[in-house]
């Protein structure tokens, strides 16, 4: 047993009713380089908060199963002990602090220190030795091969420059035994991506275990000696080095049962309802970088992406949630985004992804909430008492909402049931049924599907074939479900990056898919 | 790009310049004059600001519950005399309790302020306003039916509450006779001075060990540093302690130079001054360093002893005076702010 870092055995995590992690089981060798590759939401992240002992996981309620941490069987509460342990982090978005130098960050909580007063060096209250930190810092960039003046503040260096401070900081800590790096070569090109595998390949000789996590396929076959494939939590393959192959990790790792189910494709003429310019959306967390599309009157596209990659962006950059730049079209006029309440007389309307905070009142009735828009946004549901005021008509709502609620299935003990009561499937339904009501001409729908259970799940994407066909309701679907993309999109975007990576007919072959994923081109593969 | 913003830092220093200048020439009164009022309020306030940069340091803002710190001291003030201990053997003593106490109520808000984060401000502001009616229970009420008043000076005529006015002289006296000089006719005590060059140096030396670096890691971003492996709530914690142990300290010093203690009113308003001079030396409540402090306090105050007597002397009304004091000490936090506020929408840019 000793010859294992890492162990993880049965590891299951549980976000409310939702499984990330279902009987995870790892074994990482001293010195290995072990891949993690996975989908978004498969649970690599919620993996490596784990290992790290993030504050996250215990603020979620914990998790069930063992983490064998050097033959010990350890449970870190916070990251400070995981960090005690010998467990370093490099993170997707860079824990650096933007208003310190270079040097600073490196040696954060590793200070060099002075004993003025005689006190043990390394004490809290020493003063710090700038210049021997700089020195320190230096080495270690040296010894990754990058190039930068130490004492540039973090906020003024390049993206990928960021990353190799963050990977200085790590490397110069003395005892690491094991480095997770969460997705760390997103952000650098071809050349600075080989320094970093350059640098694992030399920490794995020295004995540190590294756990890599990409999405980039080549790097993960270049490098890795060991490959999980991760897809909904669960541990769908295990390759060692000889078995890699770039095709069978893609789909391995994008699943591959196509639905039986399909839409109908029906034969429109082209015209384009909304057309994307050079769209570009400043969205936190995601990035949407120059897009050219053209929406047509009375389809079903599908916008799918890795987590981050641009998919959300597109509909929020629309409602004008985000800052945006280049054009957007509405027919052949021009539109202004920031003007939400205008975009919305137009006809085009949002079901956001975070229901719970964006899309619901989630202290009001399911009846008010299938009315909401309706009733103030279009003035439905008023007549005019004594000729004059407009008031609600009550009788009419009663009608309609039961009406609905039967018709989406929607289970509420009555139309007067708070909204928050719901399960995530069920209040996903009550958004639905309030963006019939006002009968948008174009509607963004932000993963439907996500946090619902199965049952839910057909409706709602029935019903959202349904609003197209008979109300000829143009609809974009953002999701990360590529299945159920592929049974109601008359055609998918795939974003890799932020940037378009291609529009795949429903139908396109799931290598294809894999690949426009990954960005990757064709012909690595093929 | 650094220099601009430089630049734009010194907008609110800038303008309490210009705008002492000019109450300057519009008081008549003369150079000499205005550096011993100066210096003696320097004295007396500069402690009690080197409190509020922890705090600002670490991403709290600016921690209004200083104000509890002072009362802690006043607290001790009475105390002790009302157990007739004078003289030097009592200002030590009341040195003594008011720091220990303020390190653990500091503590106590500290974990009371990690359970609002982001609310920092405000939830200090009305800790604040509480500890004060506790107090004044306390004194009003609490001295001479459950405390024993063992020193009959202290309490009203009726036997039931602490008077008004406490006088200090005792301890005064013991800190006017140590080294003391003279700037105009104003008294200076080496001893206090030495114990502000002290406060200064100990908050600058902090800020360049570990423990500071963690600070600044701290306010720069919560979650940044906490995933780098520092302790967040600890180092709040440690913050808020220094914060309220450095306010008693304050309030000490500002005490021992005046020699009377007005009870009820004394610390009102002292955090909010103390925040004023913190900002108008070119702090924001972002960043602050001891730079801003010791600039701060020489500027609010030269305009603090200028204002009134220019706008007697501008207006022809002596009652003027008093709120034009009040009006600049609201008016630069309210202008610092605002100047802070867009800074840092251009610095997001």
């Known amino acids: 047993m000793g010859e294992y870092v890492l162990e993880v055995r049965n590891l299951e995590k549980y976000y409310g009713q939702n499984k990330v992690l279902d009987k995870v089981n790892l074994s990482i060798k001293k010195g290995q380089i072990y891949g993690l590759i996975g989908a978004n939401g498969s649970g690599k992240s919620t993996l490596m908060n784990i290992l790290f002992g993030n504050s996250v996981?215990?603020?979620?309620?914990?998790?069930?199963?063992?983490?064998?941490?050097?033959?010990?069987?350890?449970?870190?509460?916070?990251?400070?002990?995981?960090?005690?342990?010998?467990?370093?982090?490099?993170?997707?978005?860079?824990?650096?602090?933007?208003?310190?130098?270079?040097?600073?960050?490196?040696?954060?909580?590793?200070?060099?220190?002075?004993?003025?007063?005689?006190?043990?060096?390394?004490?809290?209250?020493?003063?710090?030795?700038?210049?021997?930190?700089?020195?320190?810092?230096?080495?270690?960039?040296?010894?990754?091969?990058?190039?930068?003046?130490?004492?540039?503040?973090?906020?003024?260096?390049?993206?990928?420059?960021?990353?190799?401070?963050?990977?200085?900081?790590?490397?110069?800590?003395?005892?690491?035994?094991?480095?997770?790096?969460?997705?760390?070569?997103?952000?650098?090109?071809?050349?600075?991506?080989?320094?970093?595998?350059?640098?694992?390949?030399?920490?794995?000789?020295?004995?540190?275990?590294?756990?890599?996590?990409?999405?980039?396929?080549?790097?993960?076959?270049?490098?890795?000696?060991?490959?999980?494939?991760?897809?909904?939590?669960?541990?769908?393959?295990?390759?060692?080095?000889?078995?890699?192959?770039?095709?069978?990790?893609?789909?391995?790792?994008?699943?591959?049962?196509?639905?039986?189910?399909?839409?109908?494709?029906?034969?429109?003429?082209?015209?384009?309802?909304?057309?994307?310019?050079?769209?570009?959306?400043?969205?936190?967390?995601?990035?949407?970088?120059?897009?050219?599309?053209?929406?047509?009157?009375?389809?079903?596209?599908?916008?799918?992406?890795?987590?981050?990659?641009?998919?959300?962006?597109?509909?929020?950059?629309?409602?004008?949630?985000?800052?945006?730049?280049?054009?957007?079209?509405?027919?052949?006029?021009?539109?202004?985004?920031?003007?939400?309440?205008?975009?919305?007389?137009?006809?085009?309307?949002?079901?956001?992804?975070?229901?719970?905070?964006?899309?619901?009142?989630?202290?009001?009735?399911?009846?008010?909430?299938?009315?909401?828009?309706?009733?103030?946004?279009?003035?439905?549901?008023?007549?005019?008492?004594?000729?004059?005021?407009?008031?609600?008509?009550?009788?009419?709502?009663?009608?309609?909402?039961?009406?609905?609620?039967?018709?989406?299935?929607?289970?509420?003990?009555?139309?007067?049931?708070?909204?928050?009561?719901?399960?995530?499937?069920?209040q996903q339904k009550v958004c639905i049924a309030r963006a019939v009501l006002v009968a948008p001409k174009v509607l963004f729908v932000m993963e439907p599907t996500r946090g619902v259970d199965i049952g839910a799940k057909e409706k709602i994407l029935d019903m959202l074939v349904q609003i197209n066909r008979e109300q000829g309701t143009t609809i974009v679907v953002a999701s990360s479900e590529l299945e159920e993309l592929k049974r109601i999109s008359d055609r998918i975007a795939v974003f890799c990056e932020g940037k378009l990576s291609q529009i795949l007919p429903p139908d396109a072959s799931d290598e294809e898919f894999a690949f426009a994923f990954t960005g990757e081109e064709e012909e690595d593969g093929q | 790009m650094m220099k601009k913003v430089r630049k734009d830092e010194l907008i609110v220093p800038v303008t309490f310049i210009v705008f002492s200048i000019l109450c300057f020439f519009l008081s008549g009164i003369s150079f000499l004059f205005l550096a011993e009022q100066v210096a003696l309020r320097f004295i007396r306030n500069i402690i009690l600001v080197l409190a509020l940069i922890f705090p600002i340091m670490a991403g709290m803002g600016l921690n209004f519950a200083v104000v509890i710190g002072t009362m802690i001291t006043q607290a001790c003030f009475i105390i002790v005399l009302n157990f007739n201990i004078m003289g030097g053997r009592g200002a030590a003593l009341v040195l003594l309790i008011s720091l220990a106490a303020a390190a653990g109520v500091g503590y106590v808000i500290g974990r009371l302020l990690n359970k609002v984060r982001g609310r920092e401000m405000v939830t200090s502001i009305v800790v604040g306003f509480l500890a004060n009616y506790i107090y004044q229970l306390i004194f009003v009420a609490g001295f001479g039916t459950v405390i024993h008043v063992f020193n009959k000076k202290l309490v009203l005529s009726t036997g039931i509450g602490v008077k008004n006015m406490v006088d200090l002289k005792t301890f005064k006296e013991v800190f006017d006779n140590l080294g003391v000089f003279r700037i105009g006719k104003a008294k200076i005590s080496m001893l206090l001075l030495v114990m502000i060059i002290v406060c200064g140096f100990f908050v600058f030396y902090l800020m360049h060990t570990p423990l500071g670096q963690r600070i600044k890691a701290v306010g720069m971003s919560e979650e940044k540093a906490a995933n780098i492996g520092i302790d967040t709530d600890r180092v709040r914690i440690i913050v808020i302690v220094l914060s309220t142990v450095f306010a008693a300290l304050g309030q000490f010093v500002y005490l021992q130079n005046i020699g009377s203690l007005n009870v009820y009113t004394e610390h009102l308003d002292t955090e909010k001054f103390a925040c004023a001079a913190l900002l108008a030396g070119g702090a924001s409540i972002r960043k602050a360093g001891v730079k801003n402090a010791f600039i701060g306090v020489v500027l609010l105050h030269t305009l603090f002893v200028l204002s009134p007597l220019a706008g007697r002397n501008a207006f022809a009304n002596a009652s003027l005076g008093e709120y034009f004091r009040s009006f600049v000490a609201y008016g630069i936090i309210a202008f610092a702010l605002v100047v802070n506020l867009r800074l840092e929408q251009k610095g997001e840019k």
């Open chain 1, 57 to 426: 996981i215990s603020g979620t309620g914990g998790y069930s199963g063992d983490v064998i941490f050097e033959g010990e069987r350890t449970r870190f509460r916070s990251t400070t002990e995981a960090i005690g342990r010998g467990i370093g982090m490099i993170y997707q978005e860079f824990m650096l602090i933007p208003e310190m130098t270079v040097a600073e960050n490196i040696k954060l909580t590793r200070e060099n220190t002075k004993s003025i007063f005689g006190k043990a060096s390394g004490s809290m209250l020493s003063f710090v030795d700038k210049r021997k930190d700089n020195e320190d810092a230096a080495r270690v960039l040296e010894q990754l091969g990058f190039q930068i003046d130490n004492s540039y503040l973090v906020k003024n260096i390049s993206v990928n420059a960021k990353q190799f401070v963050e990977i200085a900081r790590e490397v110069n800590k003395e005892d690491l035994k094991l480095l997770l790096l969460d997705e760390p070569t997103a952000v650098l090109g071809d050349e600075d991506a080989g320094k970093l595998i350059k640098v694992l390949k030399e920490l794995a000789k020295k004995g540190t275990s590294v756990l890599f996590c990409s999405h980039r396929l080549h790097e993960i076959c270049q490098v890795c000696d060991h490959v999980t494939v991760l897809r909904d939590g669960q541990v769908i393959s295990d390759y060692t080095k000889d078995e890699l192959d770039m095709h069978t990790l893609a789909r391995d790792m994008i699943g591959y049962d196509v639905a039986a189910v399909k839409k109908e494709h029906l034969n429109r003429e082209k015209k384009e309802i909304l057309k994307f310019q050079d769209f570009s959306v400043y969205m936190p967390g995601e990035y949407l970088d120059g897009l050219n599309l053209d929406v047509y009157q009375g389809e079903i596209l599908g916008l799918t992406s890795l987590s981050g990659h641009g998919k959300l962006a597109v509909g929020y950059g629309v409602m004008g949630q985000f800052p945006v730049r280049g054009e957007l079209l509405h027919g052949s006029a021009a539109m202004e985004v920031k003007n939400v309440r205008r975009t919305i007389e137009q006809g085009i309307f949002l079901l956001p992804d975070d229901r719970k905070n964006m899309g619901l009142l989630l202290e009001h009735s399911v009846r008010d909430n299938i009315i909401f828009s309706g009733f103030y946004g279009r003035n439905l549901f008023q007549k005019k008492m004594g000729g004059i005021f407009p008031v609600k008509d009550k009788k009419e709502i009663e009608r309609y909402v039961e009406e609905q609620i039967e018709k989406l299935e929607i289970k509420c003990e009555s139309a007067d049931q708070k909204v928050k009561e719901l399960s995530g499937g069920n």
